[in-house]
């Protein structure tokens, strides 16, 4: 079953903490992390399905899957100085795979691909003690064409219907967002009123809205990311988001949300 | 929106798979980074750049990187993680 619902931020700089950001602003996110982590550990979750957008990190030119299940015993990345292993709860894995096939999503499967940082940074804050498996489920953003707002809505709909179906209790966490715009000019001006005005909507419970959203939109935005915030909320439907934080950095909107079932 | 407004991320062409093959590297692949580091023309070579690729990687040539269908975010990358081995950066200050 699905037990909780949230949407936290990756950007690497609330990890890496180099010279060029607000001390006290990142430390904020940090204490909205550590409620995310104190929730973890009371909802007695069994696994987390973290749904991330790799950063041209597990899946280059070669193949680019719209949506994919890692299905492997563990996982495993890099990011610079940072090295990190999770364990994948491989039966929960395989079932949503599985039954996402059996339910229409075309999904990619891997047992091998390296882990993206988008999945490693929040769950290096969140990660409730004792620590929990993995179901690592990948979103493309950055290769287009992506997925679009709907058929990631969709598909967090069947994710839910699939989470709920199962006897674990699983949380389900989009990572990613908000507004940014890495390697272009827009860099150091993201779009912090259209966040604004998103966290609007998602506490008011229309979360659906975002699935009418265009993929330009979302580019032209610095949104692409929201992807992931879509399936997430295709899980919980019109469950009202209450925002932990919204700390806009000069590059980045950091936000933590959980969704309340 | 305007259809003349262009997106950030667009696809990426074939004609610039090696270069974004050799972005991808830079920023992903540590032995590829160092051997660049020690020898870029070496390195090229070993992905088959064609030149006016080879010329704006090395000049560090954003615009062209891009005009010629490098992706943003890996043009972004290669570059960070170049600069973070030929000047060590601070990380973790506070």
Partial sequence: ?261 | MSAAEPLHYRFPPASAYRLNRCLFALKSDDGFRARFLKDAGAAIREIGLAAADAAALVQGDRDTLLARGAHPYLVFMADLRLRMEREPVTFEYF
Wanted: hydrophobic fraction near 45%; charged fraction near 20%.
């Fill in chain 1, 1 to 261: 079953m699905l037990v909780g619902a949230f949407a936290c931020a990756h950007t690497p700089q609330l990890l890496a903490r180099p010279g060029t950001e607000d001390r006290d602003l990142v430390l904020r996110v940090h204490a909205a992390f550590a409620r995310v982590k104190r929730r973890l550990e009371a909802l007695r979750a069994d696994a987390i399905a973290i749904v991330a957008g790799d950063h041209v990190e597990a899946f280059f030119l070669d193949a680019v899957p719209a949506l994919a299940v890692y299905v492997g015993a563990e996982c495993a990345g890099t990011f610079g100085q940072y090295r990190y292993r999770f364990p994948i709860h491989e039966p929960l894995a395989r079932s949503i795979v599985e039954q996402g096939v059996e339910r229409g999503f075309d999904l990619c499967y891997t047992q091998s691909a390296p882990l993206d940082y988008a999945f490693y940074v929040p769950l290096y804050f969140t990660m409730p003690e004792p620590s929990l498996p993995i179901v690592p489920l990948h979103v493309n953003v950055y290769l287009p064409p992506q997925p679009t707002p709907r058929r990631c809505y969709e598909w967090g709909g069947a994710l839910g219907a699939i989470l709920q179906g199962g006897s674990e209790r699983v949380v389900l966490m989009a990572s990613g967002g908000m507004s940014h715009f890495p390697g272009t000019d827009r860099y150091a001006s993201p779009e912090f009123e259209y966040d604004r005005r998103l966290l609007d909507t998602l506490r008011a419970g229309r979360g659906r809205e975002l699935a009418a959203v265009t993929g330009e939109e979302l580019d032209k935005m610095g949104n692409i990311e929201l992807r992931t915030w879509a399936v997430v909320l295709g899980a919980v439907g019109d469950a009202k988001a209450d925002v932990y934080c919204y700390e806009p950095s000069w590059h980045h909107g950091n936000a933590v949300v959980e969704w309340t079932l």
